[in-house]
């Protein structure tokens, strides 16, 4: 019998009243393998297994649907009741899985039950409770698949500036490293979970200060799943990075600390001139505690101003593009959004928003300003906002051109009320000096 499993104690604990037609009863204990695989129904009750995980084990939990059953997965600490790991949709399709390592010797109760009755099992769960049956006469069956994996309990690893370490989760660990800081520099942490590992990670980033304080934490500030964590050294002290995934999602990765460099600081109004490219970078924004601000406003140029006045230009287009990283890892999940409006004493107002009107989740802008040629504080009062859509940070390029580009094919109804600032709602600027100050 292989170490870890207490195949009578799990039998036993499943309490199977089998069926007249069911197949003979499968004995694992004999099997040369690290899988072991028990067949099941779901009868409108939990159905609850027993099994104890030595020490410096871990141990994957599959339940495979053999039926219309949507199963949903529950691990408890058979000893004290305690949730160790839920999941629903973590195996192929809707079927479940979920892993556990043991730094010490545990006693598991594993409950399988349907999604819609997710809840059932924990009432039935606890310190001295007795196991029920599943009750298996009619209804949903499943197998399940326990696989233990080998498990090792990870030394603390020393990193540095442009390295890389390379990593493997069963579920619900962590991994630490530690980096020497050097005040004023910008720390940057990938992790991207191996591409070539189906186990579904969803890497997940934490900075630690020597006292153990979170300083920041990124989920997925990379591409797809993968984080990207940002964050300027206040000092010279030991920081600790901590790897680990998403809920308890497990497989292999890779973490990388960028090369050194400082941080760009951005102003939070820039000039933009018709013919120019701007570069920046959207973040959390400061009041959550990042690097980067969560937008940027741009105020057209003295020269721009001056050449819409006099007639000699009006139609521009704003593009706001996902920047191109010259290293994936360290590339970016900015989906642009731009707004257009008015600096008013109330605040910004928005009178023209863009998401995909460029293609490929970038955002565009066509409109005529010659309307405003004879208003100049409106014209002073003009901005373009760039952000990113829903919580999405990274890179991006800016551009404003002479003409009004075609939009995306996809998008094309929205051209018409996208070139005419008049097509939208009017917008109250107050003219006085002191809402428009005079350039110098």
Known sequence: ????????????????????????????????????VFNG?????????????????????????????????????????????????GGEG??????????????LRIAVSSYG?????????????????????????????????????QPVRAVTWGSEEKGQFFGGEEHLYTITGEEGLLLEVAMIADPDDSSGLD???????????????????????????????TGNETYTIVASGLGDSAGGYSLRVAPRREPIVQAPLQVVAIGDTATGRIGAGYENGDIDPSSLDYQLSESALAAISSGRAGEITVRMSKAKSEDADFGNGLDPYLELGFDTPLGFAVVQNDDDSAGDFNAMIPIDLSVLKNNPEMLSALRIKVKGYGESTGDYVLTVTSGLEPVDS??????????????????????????????H
Do not use: C
């Open 1 to 36: 019998m292989r170490a870890g499993f207490l195949m009578a104690a799990l039998l036993a604990g499943a309490a199977m009243a089998v069926p007249a037609a069911a197949q003979p009863v499968r004995n694992l204990d004999h099997e040369e393998t690290n899988a072991r």
């Open 41 to 89: 129904v779901y009868n409108d009750k939990p159905v609850l297994f027993e099994v104890t995980l030595p020490a410096g084990q871990a141990m994957r939990v599959d339940v495979m649907s053999t039926s219309e059953l949507d199963p949903y997965l529950k691990i408890y600490n058979a000893e004290t009741g305690d949730l160790i790991a839920e999941n629903d949709d």
């Open 94 to 107: 809707l079927n479940s899985r979920a892993m556990v390592t043991a730094t010490q010797d545990m006693h």
């Open 117 to 153: 009755a997710r809840d059932e099992a924990d009432g039935l769960v606890g310190t001295g409770e007795e196991i029920v049956e599943g009750g298996f006469v009619s209804g949903s069956s499943f197998d399940l698949k326990l696989t233990v994996l080998d498990y090792e309990v």
């Open 203 to 233: 890497p997940y980033l934490t900075l630690r200060d020597a006292s153990g304080k979170t300083l920041a934490q990124n989920d997925d500030g990379g591409e797809g799943l993968n984080a990207l964590l940002r964050y300027v050294m």
């Open 410 to 439: 996809e998008y094309g109804e929205y051209l018409e009320s996208a070139i005419d600032p008049v097509a939208s709602p009017p917008v109250q600027v107050q003219s006085s000096p002191m809402a428009f100050p005079a350039r």
